[in-house]
C-alpha cells in the first residue's frame, strides 16, 4: 500500500484544519521510530502519529491518546521535550508533489509548567502569550516529516535550517543525503519529472509507447505512485491496459490531471481480511473481487484503520517476542542457580572423605616429617600443603566437613524449588508462545513479574483482567480453556466441578481444558482434546498426547507454581491440534 504524495495532501489539509495554531502538550515516543503529539486547540485535544518505519511510514491524525512505547529517553525525545513540547503549530508546509511535510513550531523560552510526566504540560487553554511574546524570547524550529518508505525520517530543525537531530540519523556511508546533528537540512533532491497538472496528450502518447503504462506513468511524473497509474488507466480505459495497445491518450491526460486537482475525497478498501487499502479519491481499480469500498470521513480515520488493522498482529508478534526474550534470560539464571546448588550438592558426596582425611593427619601427627607434602594411610594418599601446619589444615577439613554437613541437609529441598521454579517459568513460556493477543500476553507478563520470574515494568500499562475462554462444542456443551496460569488455576479450582472431566497435553505446558459435564458425548471429548493440544507447546505437532481424568483427581502441587498439578489415574488419547467448536465468550 501506497502513502504517496497525494495521501499526504489529503492528510496536510486535515491538519491544517485541526491542529495549526495548536499547542502541544505532550510529545511521546510510541516506538522506536515513531512519534506522537497531544496538540490543544480551541478547547479541544487532537492527536497526532508520525511513523518512520519503512513499512509503515505515515503521518496522520489518530482518534485515541498516544502512548509512551520505548523504554527511557533517547536524545531526539530529548530535544522534541527542549523545543516541541509546549511550542505552538505556527504554519504546516508540503512541498508540491513530495512526501514531505514541515511543522513549523515556535515556542516561548520560559516554558509552562510541567506535571509529573516529562513527557507532558499542563495546558488547557489558548492564550497567546507565546505569540505576542518579544521574539528574543521565542524559540523556532521545525518538525519535517518524511514518510518515503526505507528512506522515511523524523527530523528537528533549528531557525537557521541546521539539523538538531533525527529519529534515524543518516551517515555519509549510508547514502549521499547525510542526516546528522549540526547538518544543514537539504529537502530530498526532487526528481527530473514532469508536473502532472500540465500532462498533455502528446505526452502520454510518446510516454506510453515505450512499455507498461502503469511504469510509464510512474516514471515520468512527479508525485504518482503505482496506485495512483492504476487509478487514472482504470478511470480512462475502464481497466489497467497491457502493453503494446493503442491508449488513448488525451483521456489519459486529462484524467491525470483531474486526479491531482479534484479535492480530497477519502475511501477505505475492505474484503474479507479486513482494510486492504485506502485512497484519497474513489479507488475504482480496486472495487469487485468481494472489495467493499466506504467513503471515510477524513484521511486520518482512513489511514487509522488501514494501520491499526496492520499493526495488531505486529504489535502482539512483538509483545510475544519481547516477553518470551525476558523469560529465557530469567530461566538462564534459574537455570545457573540449579547448576550452582548441584555441583555443591555433589561436592558433600566427599564428606565422608573430609572427615577420615581430618582424623588420619591427627592420628599420624607425631610421624609426620617437617613440611611434609602428604601422608600415605593403607594405600591412600592425602595431599598435604608443606607451608602449613598439620594441625591447621586437619582443621580445616574438619571445618569443610562440618558446612558440607549441613549443606547435605538442605541443598536437596532447595534443588527441589529450583526445579518447580524452572516448571513454573516454562510455563509461562509454553502460554506466552500460544497466546492469542496482546492484552493476553500482557496478562501473562503480569503474572510472571507477580511469581516473581521477571522485574517489574514500570512503562507497561497494566492489562485489562481476562478470564477463560469459554467454547460451546458441537454437541452444545460448554468447554473452558484456561489461557494464561491464572486461568488454569481458575478453569480447575473454581470453575470446575469435581465430577467435570479435565484435560492436558501430556508431559509439556500448556491450558486446562475443563468440559462442564459429567457424561460428555466422544465427539466433545475429542474436540476439548484438540484445545488443549493448541493452546500447548506442541500447537506445531501433527498429533498429540493428551490426558484426560475427572476433575477430582487433579491436585495442586504442595508449595508449587500457580498452575501446575499433578492427577492420576487419567487416559490418553492422541489428537490433532487445533480450535473447534464455537467461541461463546472471549473476555
Known amino acids: 500500500m501506497y502513502f504517496d504524495a497525494l495521501t499526504l495532501t489529503a492528510v496536510v489539509e486535515e491538519l491544517r484544519a485541526t491542529v495549526l495554531d495548536g499547542r502541544i502538550q505532550r510529545v511521546v515516543l510510541v516506538g522506536p521510530l515513531a512519534i506522537g503529539l497531544e496538540v490543544y486547540r480551541q478547547g479541544r485535544r487532537h492527536y497526532l502519529l508520525a511513523s518512520a518505519d519503512a513499512q509503515m511510514a505515515r503521518i496522520h491524525l489518530i482518534s485515541q491518546r498516544p502512548t509512551r512505547g520505548v523504554d527511557g529517553e533517547t536524545p531526539f525525545l530529548l530535544l522534541l521535550r527542549k523545543y516541541v513540547l509546549g511550542g505552538r503549530i505556527v504554519n504546516i508546509e508540503q512541498p508540491p508533489y513530495e512526501r514531505v511535510v514541515v511543522l513549523s513550531i515556535t515556542k516561548p523560552t520560559e516554558s509552562r509548567k510541567q506535571t509529573f510526566d516529562p513527557d507532558e504540560l499542563i495546558a488547557d487553554d489558548d492564550n497567546d502569550d507565546d505569540l505576542t511574546a518579544d521574539a528574543d524570547h521565542l524559540l523556532h524550529c521545525?518538525?519535517?516529516?518524511?514518510?518515503?518508505?526505507?528512506?522515511?525520517?523524523?527530523?528537528?530543525?533549528?531557525?537557521?535550517?541546521?539539523?538538531?537531530?533525527?529519529?534515524?540519523r543518516v551517515s555519509p556511508r549510508m547514502s549521499s543525503r547525510v542526516v546528522l546533528p549540526r547538518r544543514?537540512?537539504?529537502?530530498?533532491?526532487?526528481?527530473?519529472?514532469?508536473?502532472?497538472?500540465?500532462?498533455?496528450?502528446?505526452?502520454?502518447?510518446?510516454l506510453l509507447g515505450k512499455g507498461?503504462?502503469?511504469?510509464?506513468?510512474?516514471?515520468?511524473?512527479?508525485?504518482?505512485?503505482?496506485?495512483?497509474?492504476?487509478e487514472v488507466l482504470t478511470r480512462a480505459c475502464g481497466s489497467i491496459p497491457q502493453a503494446g495497445l493503442a491508449l488513448p491518450a488525451y483521456t489519459i491526460a486529462a484524467r491525470l490531471r483531474e486526479i491531482f486537482a479534484e479535492p480530497p475525497a477519502p475511501h477505505l478498501v475492505r474484503n474479507e481480511q479486513g482494510p486492504v487499502a485506502f485512497a484519497p479519491y474513489y479507488p475504482s481499480h480496486l472495487a469487485g473481487d468481494g472489495a467493499t469500498i466506504t467513503v471515510m470521513p477524513g484521511m486520518s480515520a482512513a489511514l487509522e484503520a488501514f494501520y491499526t488493522a496492520r499493526q495488531q498482529p505486529l504489535g502482539r508478534d512483538q509483545r510475544r517476542a519481547d516477553?518470551?526474550?525476558?523469560?529465557?534470560?530469567?530461566?538462564?539464571?534459574?537455570?545457573?542457580q540449579r547448576d550452582q546448588i548441584a555441583a555443591e550438592l555433589a561436592r558433600t558426596a566427599e564428606l565422608d572423605r573430609l572427615r577420615w582425611e581430618g582424623e588420619m593427619i591427627f592420628a599420624f601427627l607425631h610421624q609426620l616429617p617437617p613440611q611434609a607434602t602428604e601422608l600415605v594411610v593403607e594405600g591412600e594418599r592425602i595431599a598435604l600443603d608443606p607451608k602449613r601446619s598439620p594441625v591447621e589444615q586437619a582443621q580445616e577439613r574438619f571445618r569443610a566437613y562440618e558446612k558440607a554437613k549441613s549443606a547435605r541437609a538442605i541443598l536437596p529441598e532447595r534443588l527441589a524449588e529450583i526445579e518447580q521454579r524452572?516448571?513454573?517459568?516454562?510455563?509461562?513460556?509454553?502460554?506466552?508462545?500460544?497466546?492469542?493477543?496482546?492484552?493476553?500476553?500482557d496478562q501473562i507478563a503480569a503474572e510472571a513479574e507477580e511469581a516473581g520470574y521477571l522485574r517489574s515494568s514500570a512503562t507497561r500499562r497494566p492489562p485489562v483482567r481476562s478470564r477463560p475462554l469459554l467454547i460451546r462444542s458441537s454437541d452444545g456443551l460448554p468447554i473452558?480453556?484456561?489461557?494464561?496460569?491464572?486461568?488454569?488455576e481458575e478453569v480447575t479450582f473454581r470453575i470446575a466441578r469435581p465430577t467435570d472431566w479435565w484435560l492436558h497435553a501430556r508431559n509439556i505446558h500448556g491450558a486446562h481444558v475443563i468440559i462442564r459435564a459429567d457424561h460428555p458425548p466422544e465427539?466433545?471429548?475429542y474436540e476439548a482434546a484438540a484445545l488443549a493440544a493448541y493452546y500447548s507447546q506442541a500447537r506445531d505437532d501433527t498429533a498429540v498426547e493428551v490426558d484426560l481424568c475427572r476433575r477430582r483427581a487433579v491436585r495442586k502441587i504442595p508449595g508449587g507454581p500457580i498452575g501446575l498439578v499433578s492427577y492420576h489415574p487419567e487416559r490418553t488419547l492422541r489428537v490433532?491440534?487445533?480450535?473447534?467448536?464455537?467461541?461463546?465468550?472471549?473476555?
Open 523 to 525: 465427539q466433545t471429548i
Open 422 to 441: 524452572l516448571a513454573g517459568i516454562d510455563q509461562f513460556i509454553a502460554l506466552a508462545a500460544v497466546a492469542d493477543d496482546s492484552n493476553q500476553i
Open 576 to 587: 490433532r491440534p487445533q480450535r473447534c467448536g464455537e467461541v461463546v465468550q472471549k473476555w
Open 142 to 168: 521545525d518538525l519535517i516529516v518524511e514518510p518515503q518508505d526505507r528512506r522515511s525520517n523524523i527530523i528537528l530543525v533549528d531557525d537557521n535550517n541546521i539539523i538538531l537531530d533525527a529519529i534515524k
Open 184 to 206: 544543514v537540512y537539504e529537502l530530498p533532491p526532487p526528481p527530473d519529472k514532469r508536473d502532472p497538472l500540465r500532462a498533455s496528450a502528446a505526452e502520454i502518447e510518446h
Open 480 to 488: 473452558y480453556v484456561g489461557r494464561t496460569a491464572r486461568q488454569n
Open 323 to 336: 516477553l518470551l526474550n525476558r523469560l529465557r534470560a530469567s530461566r538462564e539464571h534459574i537455570e545457573r
Open 212 to 230: 507498461e503504462p502503469v511504469k510509464a506513468l510512474v516514471n515520468a511524473y512527479r508525485g504518482v505512485s503505482p496506485q495512483i497509474a492504476r
